[in-house]
């Protein structure tokens, strides 16, 4: 049986929804379904409880096998020779690195990336990763064919750059890999349209409307400006005045202000509506 180890760090309080945690929440609940194999889940004696919490998993189901939670320094303490498949870091955590070589182990580490666009990344992700030495059968996990070419150049730039400055020869000679984040489709499937508007509050009077949704973290710095959004809706409506079109923008809002700033922007013209708060 394939035996897949992972560390999971639960968010702290009831923040704004991330897209980082819902896709890591998704896959190990995918695995949990899915998956023929074991897949240890470590996390700080401190941090279990918690990690079962948000989990939720049923992990007292006869026959299961899928889904394992236990406390990392377990692990350390068993020590070298302690059977471990591949190491999948959920989120380019690079400490698996350092546990391969404290358990002195072969097992290949894969990771996932879930943001390729802050200006840190390149010292205090790909450079630690250039440094840490990932071997030919480690891989990072890119969610498309442009994440991929995106990866690709970002860790050649960070490479030729240390390379001219010390004289070096550092590469990256892992693999990348492209596989799509999924999606659960027993979740995520065809439902009653006026019911399920009737369920997420959106009301009577757009039960029938012709609706425009924008999901996510209301941001302009490291999300998505909104404003174009808005004008494009605006004019779709100006020419389409016999539907009743209406832009829905549904998210969470990490510093109170930028939902609202929108809202006021939004609300000069009646076709546009939001809501901010948890999605699940």
């Known amino acids: 049986m394939l035996r897949v180890c992972c560390r999971y760090t639960p968010p702290s309080g009831e923040g704004p929804v991330v897209g980082i945690q819902a896709a890591v929440d998704g896959l190990l609940h995918g695995i949990d379904r899915h998956a023929r194999g074991r897949c240890d889940v470590f996390g700080t004696l401190a941090q279990l409880p918690d990690i079962r919490a948000r989990l939720a998993l049923d992990l007292d189901r006869p026959g299961r096998q899928a889904v394992v939670i236990d406390d990392l320094h377990t692990l350390r303490a068993k020590g070298e020779g302690e059977r471990i498949d591949v190491w999948h870091d959920l989120a380019m955590d690079l400490r698996p690195f350092a546990l391969r070589r404290a358990l002195k ?3 290949p580490i894969t990771l996932t990336h879930h943001t390729l666009s802050y200006r840190e990344l390149l010292r205090d992700v790909f450079l630690r990763l250039l440094l840490e030495g990932p071997r030919p059968t480690d891989a990072i996990v890119c969610s498309s064919s442009a994440a991929r070419t995106a990866v690709e150049r970002i860790l050649e730039h960070v490479a030729d750059r240390l390379n001219a400055r010390l004289g070096t020869d550092v590469r990256y000679r892992g693999r990348l890999a492209s596989i799509p984040l999924g999606v659960d489709t027993e979740r995520f499937c065809v439902r009653d349209r006026a019911e399920a508007r009737v369920r997420l509050g959106l009301g009577d009077d757009l039960r029938d409307a012709f609706l ?15 404003v174009p959004l808005i004008g494009v809706a605006g004019e779709l409506a100006r020419a389409n005045p016999t539907r009743n079109l209406r832009l829905v923008c549904v998210g969470s809002d990490r ?3 930028a939902a609202s700033s929108v809202a006021r922007r939004g609300r000069r013209r009646r076709r546009r509506r939001f809501h901010s708060g948890r999605v699940r």
């Open 105 to 107: 182990g072969s097992f």
């Open 212 to 226: 425009l949704l924008w999901v996510g973290r209301f941001s302009a710095t490291d999300k998505a400006d909104l």
């Open 255 to 257: 510093t109170g202000r």
